[in-house]
């Protein structure tokens, strides 16, 4: 059977990785080869963002081309539909063979996976790896989510794994071209837990330690966690084990990265594979005082993303320093594949990027998050370890109130539906720590930065279908007697 002349399509997609936690996007203490090499034949965005904080807001977000707001996607719940387009349904139909190795819960609605992929699920079935944390309920260390080291000979036959051993099977059988191989991994996301050699792989005193930052003047939840979880019982050697086990974590992520890129050059599908990688979200790690995630969080460590693009005819070691959104993900995949979308969205392709990184892309990135108070039926009921998430959600829903953010050249931006509004200047303060929504002196950028902001919601409020209503529903009208 003849080539396909169109470009195969790898998703390499960790969840709550963050940005700072890779080799080739700053961090000299990561150990992550393959990413980095991936890096060095291929693109990295250095101010790429995701749209949404939270896992399913964020994935439905990058294979639509929508902001979440647009169909209301910012729960863990409101999940892709059958009316909605997405990106790998789009491919399927144009002839791709989707593959999805394994089966998450956070993506598609019933019924959506198998309308949206060729085959999924695990050809290798992971096995019961579950370990729980060896502290009891209220050790500050079991609501860090810390689990330590896993005891298993080997590497753990876990989620991640399976779906690495599963890929690898199914590229050694071959794949029909085109393909896309859609690979979304569980790791580095809480519990913080990995086995050897990945747990010893970072020294603790080398770990840096948590930002610090006052609690004054930012939203609600941030001083709500701290004082539920009580991480200000954690003592920095707990957070430097904590970061550490973190970046073991990364690292087990980064050595299975490897093994799935060793298979597409072992199938001789290198010079015709386009590989992405990137993450849904990030993870606060003790920055702030916070741990895991939050709906509303607008934070760096949260919305910043690893993206990297290596695709053949690309440039190598390319550094793209300009905005880029996830969303941009649609239009890039499908300008690659030669394939239309066929309704409205949000992003603007990447390929001209692939060729030179320097062009201009965009000029801010957008983010949300967040609930409105009547919407607080909607908030996570979760048993341990996120039940005091969930309560502080459901007995403080300001904390988890809508916010809206815009990240400019210089500035970051938060609107806050029941709260004070954020205003930082990344020049000075470039972890964000000091909010001048309340300084006179910034009350012109505080100004331009709102009517940037309403812009971009006229103009994402919704899309309009391409499909076009009759003006006149005859069906079944009662014919007139006589």
């Known amino acids: 059977m003849p080539r396909s002349t169109r470009p195969n399509f790898v998703f390499f997609i960790p969840d709550q990785l963050r940005y700072d936690a890779v080799g080739c996007f700053g961090n000299e203490r990561a150990h ?31 294979l639509t081309g929508w902001y979440p707001h647009v169909r209301g996607h910012r729960t863990l719940d409101h999940l892709l539909q059958a009316d909605e387009p997405n990106l790998l349904r789009l491919l399927k139909a144009e002839g791709y063979h989707v593959a999805h190795a394994g089966l998450r819960g956070d993506t598609f609605s019933r019924g959506m996976t198998r309308e949206s992929t060729s085959r999924f699920g695990f050809a290798v079935r992971p096995g019961r790896i579950h370990q729980p944390s060896p502290y009891g309920p209220e050790h500050p260390l079991a609501r860090a989510f810390y689990h330590g080291k896993r005891e298993t000979p080997g590497v753990a036959l876990d989620f991640d794994e399976a779906v690495i051993r599963t890929a690898e099977q199914w590229l050694a059988e071959g794949l029909p071209e085109p393909f896309v191989l859609y690979l979304p991994l569980v790791f580095p996301h809480p519990p913080f837990v990995v086995e050897e050699p990945w747990f010893s792989l970072h020294e603790r005193a080398s770990m840096p330690p948590p930002l610090e930052a006052s ?42 990265l490897g093994r799935i890129l060793r298979a597409v050059e072992a199938a001789g599908l290198e010079a015709s594979t386009t590989t992405f990688f990137f993450t849904d979200h990030g993870e606060y790690l003790g920055d702030f005082g916070l741990i895991e995630k939050w709906p509303s969080g607008q934070h760096e460590c949260l919305l910043h ?42 992003g603007r392709s990447l390929v001209p990027l692939l060729s030179n990184p320097a062009l201009p892309h965009r000029e801010a990135a957008f983010s949300e998050g967040g609930f409105r108070l009547d919407e607080s039926h909607l ?6 370890p996120y039940d005091l998430k969930a309560a502080v959600q459901n007995e403080q829903p300001v904390t988890n109130g809508r916010v809206m953010s815009l990240r400019t050249e210089r500035y970051t931006y ?15 303060d470039p972890h964000e720590r000091v909010n001048l929504a309340g300084d006179p002196a910034h009350r012109d950028v505080l100004a331009e930065h709102r009517e940037r902001l309403l812009d971009h919601l006229c ?8 499909e076009k209503d009759p003006r006149f529903d005859t069906e079944g009208q009662v014919e ?3």
């Open 480 to 482: 007139p007697r006589g």
């Open 305 to 346: 993303n690893p993206l990297v693009i290596a695709t053949p005819d690309g440039v190598e070691g390319g550094h793209a320093e300009g905005f880029v959104e996830l969303v941009d993900l649609v239009p890039t995949v499908l300008e690659l594949a030669g394939v239309e979308a066929g309704y409205s969205h949000f």
């Open 414 to 428: 938060c609107r806050r539906l029941y709260e004070s509004d954020e205003l930082y200047d990344r020049q000075a």
């Open 32 to 62: 992550t080869p393959a990413i980095d090499a991936l890096a060095a034949r291929g693109t990295r965005f250095t101010r790429a963002y995701g749209q949404h904080s939270v896992c399913s807001p964020s994935r439905v977000s990058f």
């Open 215 to 256: 609690r004054d003047d930012k939203p609600a939840y941030m001083q709500a966690l701290v004082d539920r979880y009580g991480t200000e019982r954690l003592a920095p050697g707990d957070w430097a084990e904590i970061r550490a086990t973190y970046a073991g974590m990364v690292s087990r992520v980064d050595d299975q």
């Open 459 to 466: 103009a994402t409020a919704d899309v309009i279908p391409w």
């Open 379 to 384: 908030f996570e009921q979760a048993p341990f």
